[in-house]
């Protein structure tokens, strides 16, 4: 029998910080890009909500987790139990080895929000790399920083205590696995492969929290003999949202900003030339250098994941792709 596709979708999110603002308003940009989606307005839920309840609604819902980090396994687990068969969680997944066993029994369709990797950039990255055009790979460089430990230890307010300063609810690492896994799975996406080792070094300079790790450098190494260094941090003074990175290849290099996020930079011997992005095909459909910064890869993600919930060929960051990566970077060489 031909399976029946939802002739409408009902998002329902759990968690109202920041990463649940960028999901309602990427999920309300989306409902009005491409209606012929059936998207209906995202509906709030609390953390005592009944998603049996969902399930009754008339629409097929899809549930997008935002709360902290350390409960991601659990109301993953707890939508799979109510019956809800399509799930989207911010990342990390979950932050502890003891989760990964049942989240990889999990059958719902689980999509992960690691934006980055449905932006312009990123995407013309791995088609040079993948097509050969940058020769073999000597290495891929990067970084990503911030300034909230930065600004936070130079503020003469005393900051009150949030839900990263409960190890419970946090995990027992901060941008190692928060801002780091946002740059280990670009790493896995350039590649084509996930880590096979990571080494890494971190430091608690300015820390909010005895566990929240500030800076940390990486070295990362992949099954074929490929390699990338870089940086995460929150402590980065001067820093706003610094994602870069740079593949080093034996017949060009390309580097691509965040922060200019509409151009690539190529090089070859000594010349350097910019590619400009020309394409409105992605994520809000702006023209170029007029887009939405970090939700042009919200949009994007949630596009993929729906059109893959009507039977399209939809590309996402799914669940057991990311409990591969965390289950190396939880067991990394981590030293401070």
Not at 217 to 222: E, L
């Amino acid at each position: 029998m031909p399976v029946t596709q939802p002739t409408k979708i009902a998002p329902f999110i759990l968690g109202s910080g920041h990463a649940g603002q960028a999901a309602a308003k990427s999920l309300a940009a989306l409902a009005i890009l491409r209606p012929e989606l059936g998207l209906n307005p995202a509906q709030w839920l609390s953390r005592t909500s009944d998603l049996k309840g969902l399930c009754e609604a008339g629409a097929e819902p899809l549930l997008v987790i935002s709360n902290p980090h350390g409960l991601h396994a659990k109301a993953i687990l707890a939508a799979e139990a109510a019956g809800i068969k399509f799930i989207v969680v911010e990342k990390p997944a979950c932050v502890s080895l003891g989760d990964m066993q049942a989240l990889r029994e999990v059958q719902a369709t689980v999509g992960v929000l690691h934006i980055y990797r449905h932006l312009w950039g990123p995407q013309l990255l791995r088609t040079l790399f993948a097509g050969g055009e940058l020769g073999e790979l000597i290495a891929i460089e990067g970084r990503y920083w911030q300034a909230s430990a930065a600004e936070r230890a130079l503020s003469t307010t005393k900051a009150l205590p949030t839900w990263k300063d409960d190890e419970a609810l946090a995990g027992r690492f901060d941008a190692y696995l928060d801002v780091g896994s946002h740059w280990m799975d670009m790493l896995t996406y350039l590649v084509g492969q996930p880590p096979s080792r990571i080494d890494a070094w971190l430091t608690y300079h300015n820390a909010a929290s005895q566990h929240r790790d500030t800076h940390v450098q990486t070295v990362v190494n992949f099954p074929g003999g490929q390699r990338a260094f870089g940086s995460v941090s929150k402590a980065v003074h001067g820093a706003g949202n610094q994602f870069a990175i740079h593949i080093l290849g034996s017949r060009g290099s390309a580097a691509w900003d965040f922060e200019d996020p509409d151009r690539v930079t190529i090089g070859q011997g000594r010349d350097r030339r910019t590619i400009a992005r020309a394409s409105t095909d992605l994520g809000s459909g702006q023209s170029p250098f007029h887009g939405m910064g970090w939700l042009e890869g919200y949009i994007e993600c949630f596009h993929q994941f729906v059109r893959a919930m009507r039977g399209d060929a939809g590309h996402y960051p799914t669940l057991a792709e990311n409990l591969v990566l965390l289950q190396t970077m939880l067991q990394a060489n981590l030293t401070r």
